[in-house]
Antibody, heavy 115, light 112 residues
């Protein structure tokens, strides 16, 4: 069965960076985009961008350009999202999702930014 | 960016009664490949989103047939034929036709 398993919760200070992982199983990792979406507390869903695990190509939403880096390691079917220059309003649950259709989602990773 | 709007934002429903959510996009969602990448997601409290419907009207694996999607172009609808207790949550429409993919604000469905 398809699964996306994300890394655990993080607490970071303002200005720091965080790197969240998303390990895929149950399907061909290189066959589908991995999308990253975040959800601030009590808020809706916001697309951060995607990575093509086959080529490594990325597409970042303008709001995050310059601060976000998405990478992958095909040998372990894992995608990564690194966000730098953290601010308090980056406190959110970060999700990975499979494919353009977002048919499977990770369980989410809570990132708390606090001094 | 394509802006997605939803109505209503809140929908108290009686168990066993139907519910309907509308979603409108600021641009036509037909992709150059001929597909319309409009999906509906359900998010139960404390859970990640779950795909219900993709490409307007296709139910995802395991989704009960009381959920149905329809529409075209810029106007789309999600219908629940008979609401059950497990349907409580927030429902989002999402477009993946044009990057960045964008979501509606969400419609909260709860039981009267």
């Amino acid at each position: 069965q398809v699964q996306l398993v994300q890394s655990g919760a993080e607490v970071k200070k303002p200005g720091a960076s965080v790197k969240v992982s998303c390990k895929a199983s149950g399907y061909t990792f290189t066959g589908y985009l991995i999308q990253w979406v975040r959800q601030a507390p009590g808020q809706g869903l916001q697309c951060m961008g995607w990575i093509n695990p086959n080529s490594g190509g990325t597409n970042y939403a303008q709001q995050f350009q310059g601060r976000v880096t998405m990478t992958r390691d095909t040998s372990i079917s894992t995608a990564y999202m690194e966000l730098s220059g953290l601010r308090s309003d980056d406190t959110a649950v970060y999700y990975c999702a499979k494919g353009r259709g977002s048919d499977y989602w990770g369980q989410g990773t809570l990132v708390t930014v606090s001094s | 960016d394509i802006v997605m709007t939803q109505t209503p934002l809140s929908s108290p429903v009686t168990l066993g009664q139907p519910a309907s959510i509308s979603c409108r996009s600021s641009q036509n969602l037909v992709h150059s490949d001929g597909n319309t990448y409009l999906s509906w997601l359900q998010q139960r409290p404390g859970q990640p989103p779950r795909l219900l419907i993709y490409k307007i009207s296709n139910r995802f694996s395991g989704v009960p047939d009381r959920f149905s999607g329809s529409g075209a172009g810029t106007d789309f609808t999600l219908k629940i034929s008979r609401v059950e207790a497990e349907d409580v949550g927030v429902y989002y429409c999402m477009q993946a036709t044009q990057f960045p993919f964008t979501f509606g604000p969400g419609t909260k469905v709860d039981i009267k």
